[in-house]
């Protein structure tokens, strides 16, 4: 018989103000220790009349590696963005996902996850 696989749900929010990626940009969201975590959704707004642009990184903890997977998108003014409709990230403990924009700072990124407790990871 099939076991479900238990998991808890997560929403995190910040407001873009970083202006460079890697260690500079915003963390929006950290994997927990003993945890792994899919991705489920990742929303960008823009509150503002002006077009502005954000890119959006994945540190790979690992590798001590930012990856980039968003890079300079425009958003529209007054607009949003969802980045991950059905595809999915699965990120490991210590990783994160990151924000920076071209100089607005009326940008919001929005990820929602599902944790899953592994007690190989550290």
Do not use: C
Not at 48 to 57: C, K, L, M, N
Not at 85 to 105: M, P, V, W, Y
Not at 108 to 119: A, C, D, Q
């Amino acid at each position: 018989m099939v076991q479900p696989i238990a998991f808890d749900t997560a929403t995190e929010s910040v407001t873009v103000t970083a202006t460079a990626g890697g260690a500079s940009s915003n963390v929006v969201y950290t994997v927990s220790n003993f945890h792994g975590a899919t991705v489920d959704s990742l929303h960008i707004s823009n509150g503002a009349a002006s077009t502005y642009t954000v890119s959006i990184q994945w540190y790979h903890k690992e590798d001590n590696t930012y990856y980039t997977i968003l890079n300079n998108k425009s958003i529209g003014g007054n607009d949003v963005y969802n980045m991950i409709t059905s595809d999915r990230l699965h990120l490991h403990a210590g990783d994160k996902i990151t924000a920076f924009n071209g100089g607005g700072s009326n940008l919001g990124v929005t990820v929602s996850v599902k944790e899953y407790y592994n007690p190989t990871r550290g």
